[in-house]
């Protein structure tokens, strides 16, 4: 779907001020047209209300001493078709009863009874009177002037004389004050979109180097600084994307000494060091646990520990680890002979609970391997107890003899001293052996 707002502020401003400034125009527009038309109509009933008196007293007068109605209503449509081709209005000529006498514009003979029309009635009651309706006869909508004919000797007693012009000439005249203020909307146009585009640009253009300031950093490029030197907000927010980019450079600096620290803390270990994520691969190693388990696993990080070290069983030792919620010790014998004491510590991270309600900082399920070579100890061990048993053996050979030599002679030195006697000799040798 295609975006009808742009997405940059550059030119999202100009064009807002353009739709501003034609809503305005519009709004101003249609303020000054209601208040024009009002005021045209105002000034086109004043126009006809002096018409009317002009023109009904001249009407009067011209008939005066007609007795003839006939004549009377002759006459009548005579001056009102001269006076309404010269004034370009409406003229109709209406008696007592309502009944139209003569008409600028219709044949009286057809016209129907006017003594409901509004204006006839309030001007029959000796008033004058304004309306603006759509005319029954002409099917538009009109404005109309009604006034008291004077009293005068004619061949009727009273009547009315009403003009009527139509509301579609104040909406010609209104039609063209709508041009004035589209002209000068359309001359302000241009001028007022580029004083927005180089307003907008003094915004943008600045944003634009703080958006770069950022990308710099956020791809760790903590060097970069920004050059928006200004007393305002933006003048601020550079100065502050500064400071914290020089606080990043300051830690990142003092992370990668850090690093180098750990890292020749664990080449100089004699223990192995093993780290595995929680799907098997190896994360971090060190040279003492390559050596311990005949292994290069400094090529195989980020690939599955299993596959670098077959013989070392780290998924079976991490899931007793995780199971147990607790470091647990295990020795593990290897196919080359060596004996590992294997510490097995399952990672924590800040923020959970383990099966116990306890807290439980798992880091993903991360496992560290602690590996000691146990084989010379074990060894050491098994010739101490080898000897011991050795020992114990040839120790008791003899003194069974001598238990043997020692019975015999309690049994017989009462009865034969001479046997005794060469029992104690033999006894008194042994000893000496």
């Known amino acids: 779907m295609m975006k009808i707002w742009p997405a940059r502020i550059r030119w999202r401003l100009p064009l807002a001020f353009a739709l501003g400034m ?95 029309r509004p204006e006839v009635k309030q001007a029959l009651s000796g ?17 109309y002037v009604a006034v008291p004919l004077p009293a005068g000797e004619a061949a009727w007693s009273e009547g009315v004389l009403r003009i009527a012009q139509p509301a579609s000439l104040i ?5 063209a004050s709508w041009r004035i203020p589209l002209i000068v909307w359309a001359a302000l146009l241009l001028p007022t979109l580029a004083v927005a585009y180089f307003f907008t640009r003094t915004i943008t253009k600045p944003l634009e180097r703080l958006r770069h300031m950022t990308a710099q950093v956020a791809s760790g490029d ?29 830690r990142d600096e003092q992370l990668g000494v850090e690093t180098e620290r750990t890292e020749q803390i664990l080449a100089a270990m004699s223990e192995g060091v093993l780290l595995m994520q929680s799907d098997g691969y190896l994360l971090r190693s060190n040279p003492a646990a390559d050596r311990l388990l005949s292994s290069d696993l400094s090529g195989a990080t980020g690939s599955p520990l299993v596959l670098a070290a077959r013989s070392f069983p780290a998924q079976t030792l991490a899931e007793k680890a995780h199971v147990a919620e607790r470091p ?3 020795v593990v014998e290897l196919p080359n002979g060596r004996s590992l004491s294997v510490e097995v510590v399952p990672l924590r991270s800040p923020g959970a609970q383990n099966s116990r309600g306890q807290d439980d900082r798992s880091i993903a399920g991360q496992t560290l391997f602690v590996l000691r070579d146990e084989t010379a100890r074990l060894a050491t061990e098994q010739m101490r107890r080898d000897f011991a048993t050795n020992v114990s053996h040839e120790l008791k050979t003899p003194l069974a003899g001598l238990s043997l030599l020692a019975e015999t002679l309690q049994s017989t030195i009462k009865d034969d001293p001479e046997q005794a006697a060469k029992f104690v000799d033999r006894l008194s040798t042994e000893v000496s052996r």
């Open 127 to 143: 008033n004058e009177a304004r309306e603006r309706r759509d005319s029954t006869t002409l099917g538009r909508e009109e404005v």
């Open 222 to 250: 903590f060097e970069h600084r920004t050059s928006v030197m200004r007393n305002d907000e933006l003048g601020e927010l550079g100065e502050s994307l500064n400071s914290m980019a020089a606080q990043l450079e300051t």
């Open 171 to 175: 909406d010609s005249m209104l039609a």
């Open 22 to 116: 034609l809503i305005f125009a519009g709004i101003v527009a249609l303020v000054a047209a209601l208040g024009l038309r009002g005021a045209f109509l105002e000034r086109l009933e004043d126009e006809m209300s002096r018409q009317a008196h002009q023109y009904a007293a001249a009407l009067v007068a011209d008939v005066a001493g007609t007795t003839n109605a006939a004549d009377a209503a002759t006459a009548l449509q005579r001056l009102t078709e001269s006076i309404g081709v010269a004034t370009d209005a409406r003229f109709t000529v209406i008696d007592s009863e309502g009944w139209v006498l003569a008409d600028s514009e219709a044949d009286p003979a057809v016209l129907e009874n006017h003594g409901n």
């Open 328 to 330: 647990i010790t295990e």
